[in-house]
């Protein structure tokens, strides 16, 4: 074989994948007339079309080799997968219609997304460590794996009548099945992995319907490589791979993994005869304890040397050297993105608010390809001006203005464990206790009322200009005095002033913070037709003023039961945004966690008596290898801490955490240290408590009693049922009762009622003990 740049053989200069959802959001624009009933599908593969041609156009108009395709998505990969493979849950498998989509019926295929009247949707969850969310597949044992090719076949054939070399991309068998769930109704040992052989049977057949085309490479995706995984599951990938290997007349595979190392399946994947691999350099293998791997010189290596979840500059001249390391030791090395650039926005060039200096350090999607172009060249001797532009920028980075703030940096290097500490829990209880003199079972609610359209247009005109400050603030007060009137009527016994003047629980803070900018058109698919537009963190953080003492203390002046003041924690502020990778994450964290404590210490001074420091994505963040969870939970906490840990006993410090899957962070629950903790718990049936009490756990706990995740309105017997379940685990002197997470996503006609059978729900329970 022969490893010249431009040879067949070769991958050349490449990304795993690409943005989807359009410039200008065209696709989810297209698929919400669609839903919506307003275009027919011909207009959706219309729009789809156009997307999936600029991607082209674009990837190879910047110089790359070859570029990847079946990387387009109408919603999800995960549910692409799914149909590639014909694992159609059985509840679906009536709904139909007359539209096709690549060969599959439409009307099931969003069934599969967003269900229908009758029929729930696929569960979503988060894609490793990213804001991306997928569609979890649900396998049984019976499941039937059949190959229905057509998507990747007309998406490979569409790029080469446009004249490109395309890399069709699909997820892995290994991947595909670790991230799936056991369907309802499987014996409880069932485990989607025991499928993989009978799934890479339809792979091998794949693999054989894309040679005839004359496919040169298949890119198979296996991020589920990173995580831990036991022998059994080793020898399991290695077989998978041996049998897809010795399919006879097939591409030659890629197998790409990213968001870390594959430790574990390296050395195997390095014995089989498949012919790539794609590493991450950024969060995955040191050359140094890898390159001796047997069989590994033999391969053609994809090296992601280009951050493709990140929106920093790359140090083109750094990445240099790293590459020619690799250069020296491995046979074919081709440069590409970490991962794919679905999780950063297409273009920063559009940005026309950005201080110019800060500009100039970042690299959105279409940046990216540059450089991994640039990069690629100097494997093989040609440097463009890319070279000395990129030094340039690099030395620069610092003169960011806002971006070095030595106040802030000496205040943080400043602070001792003492600031991280508050009194011990019995002091503050019965300092709290004595000042707020609730009721046993206090009821609550997690900060957020519905955002009505009003609401939201109110935000819109202020933002545009089209109000003023004095008619805005007028117009928010008037919501909040219906929400804590509201709220009195309905008898909750510690009310929220609502946030409607939040438009989100990240970027309403990163707005008024220095330290944290904001893209006019930064948006990043989060799923399906939703897209979220990222603050970019790219400095010393500090709060210049006062962010919500205002508004919290008109709700408090409204009533005089306790309001709760309401801030986004450290964790979260990170989690939501792009964070500078110039010093690690937790100096980052620690920053915020400061300009979080002047705004707590400004709350208590006003008189707010209760303060709910929100952290719903400190889960989320926690690495994918349990090695660095320990580093991980130490941060995460400390900076919680931090911001909370100024005020005095007898101010009641309250966190939510968004989720039930807390088996590996309960320790860092009780490590919060707040005085009560509130957590998603209506749809697991109050499991995590007994876990939790398990622990030692001795703070107050509001379980979430009422799912909002659902329009339905539960009646009061089953969130009586929900809280006797949960007083077998807490004392009632510890419970609270509060819905599952914030109101704004729903409307008031199920919340008014939903809330008043919760504190029905509660009274009866308070009369029976
Ligand atoms: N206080 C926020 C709200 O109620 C919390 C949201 C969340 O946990 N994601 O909306
Ligand atoms: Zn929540």
Not at 440 to 454: V, W
Not at 607 to 612: A, P, T
Request: glycine residues 6%; contains cysteine; hydrophobic residues 45%.
């Amino acid at each position: 074989m022969n490893a010249s740049p431009h040879s067949e053989t070769t991958i050349g200069a490449t990304v795993l994948g690409y943005p989807r959802i359009g410039r200008t959001r065209e696709l989810k624009k297209a698929l919400e007339k669609y839903w919506a009933g307003n275009i027919d599908v011909a207009a959706l593969n219309e729009a789809a079309r156009a997307v999936r041609l600029d991607a082209l156009d674009t990837m190879a108009g910047a110089g790359l080799d070859t570029v990847p395709v079946n990387t387009f998505s109408w919603y999800d990969h995960m549910l692409d997968t799914a149909v590639l493979v014909d694992a159609i849950p059985a509840r679906f498998r009536d709904v139909s219609g007359t539209d096709v989509l690549a060969g599959f019926d439409a009307a099931r295929y969003f069934a599969m997304a967003r269900g229908t009247g009758t029929v729930p949707p696929l569960e979503m969850t988060k894609w490793f460590d990213t804001n991306y969310h997928y569609l979890v597949p649900e396998i049984g044992p019976d499941t039937r794996f059949t190959l229905r090719a057509t998507k990747p076949v007309a998406e490979y054939a569409e790029a080469v009548a446009r004249g490109v070399s395309p890399r069709p991309v699909v997820v892995g068998p290994f991947t595909f099945l670790s991230l799936a769930k056991a369907e309802a109704g499987a014996p409880d040992d069932f485990s989607p992995l025991s499928r993989l052989n009978d799934l890479v049977e339809v792979y091998a057949e794949l693999l054989a319907v894309l040679a005839d085309p004359g496919v040169a490479w298949v890119q198979i995706d296996e991020p589920a490589l990173v995580r831990d995984l036991n022998d059994a599951q080793v020898g399991a990938v290695a077989r998978a791979y041996e049998r897809l290997a010795a399919v006879k007349h097939r591409p030659k595979i890629l197998v790409a993994t990213y968001f870390g190392s594959p430790v574990e399946t390296l050395p195997v994947l390095a014995g089989t005869a498949i012919e790539g691999l794609a590493l991450d350099l950024l969060r995955g293998p040191d050359f140094d304890e890898v390159a001796g791997t047997p069989g590994l010189a033999e391969k053609s290596l994809v090296l992601g040397a280009v951050d493709g979840r990140n929106v920093w500059r790359n140090d083109l001249t750094a990445s240099r050297l790293e590459l020619d390391r690799w250069r020296g030791a491995v046979r074919d090395v081709s440069v590409s993105t970490s991962c794919s650039l679905l999780h950063v926005p297409y273009d920063v060039e559009i940005e026309t608010d950005l201080d110019p200096a800060l500009k100039e350090v970042l690299a959105f999607a279409d940046q990216k390809l540059a450089e991994v172009v640039a990069l690629h060249g100097a494997l093989h001797g040609r440097f463009p001006d890319a070279f000395s532009a990129s030094d340039d920028v690099v030395s620069r980075r610092d003169l960011v203005p806002g971006l070095l703030r030595p106040d802030v940096t000496a205040r943080a290097a400043a602070m001792t464990a003492d600031d991280r500490q508050r009194e011990p829990r019995h002091v503050r209880q019965t300092a709290q206790r004595e000042r707020l003199t609730l009721p046993l079972l206090p009821t609550t609610t997690i900060g957020s009322f519905p955002q009505t359209r009003a609401v939201r247009v109110a935000r819109a005109d202020f933002a545009a200009g089209r109000s003023d400050l004095t008619a805005y603030t007028e117009r928010m007060q008037a919501e909040i005095r219906d929400v804590v009137a509201l709220q009195e009527r309905i008898g909750l016994d510690v009310l929220v002033h609502g946030e409607p003047e939040r438009n989100d629980m990240v970027q309403y803070f990163a707005e008024q913070l220095d330290g944290y900018a904001s893209t006019r058109a930064g948006w990043v698919q989060s799923y399906g037709s939703r897209c979220v537009r990222p603050p970019i963190l790219y400095g010393d953080v500090h709060r210049p003023e006062p962010m919500t003492v205002e508004w919290a203390t008109y709700a408090q002046g409204l009533t005089a039961k306790p309001v709760k003041g309401m801030l986004t924690g450290p964790v979260t502020m990170l989690a939501w945004a792009f964070v500078r990778d110039d010093q690690p994450r937790a100096v980052t964290a620690d920053q915020v966690a400061l300009a979080l404590r002047d705004e707590v210490i400004d709350l208590e001074a006003a008189g707010i008596s209760m303060i709910q420091v929100d952290e719903p994505a400190l889960r989320e963040l926690l690495p994918l290898r349990a090695v660095d969870h320990q580093a991980y939970l130490d941060w995460s906490v400390g900076a919680f801490r931090l911001a909370t840990s100024s005020v005095a006993a007898h101010t009641q410090v309250h966190t939510h955490l968004c989720y039930s899957e807390f088996g590996e962070i309960i320790e860092a629950i009780d490590g919060l240290n707040a005085d009560v903790t509130s957590v998603e718990a209506a749809r697991s049936d109050m499991e995590l408590l007994a876990s939790i009490s398990e622990r030692g756990f001795d703070g107050d706990i509001g379980p979430g009693v009422y799912d909002i995740h659902s329009p339905r309105v539960p009646d009061q017997a089953e969130i009586e049922v929900l809280i006797g379940l949960a007083l077998t685990s807490v004392p009632a002197e510890r419970l609270w009762i509060n819905p599952d997470c914030g109101l704004k996503t729903r409307g008031y006609a199920e919340v008014e009622p939903a809330l008043i059978h919760m504190v029905e729900a509660t009274r009866a329970v308070r009369a029976r003990i």
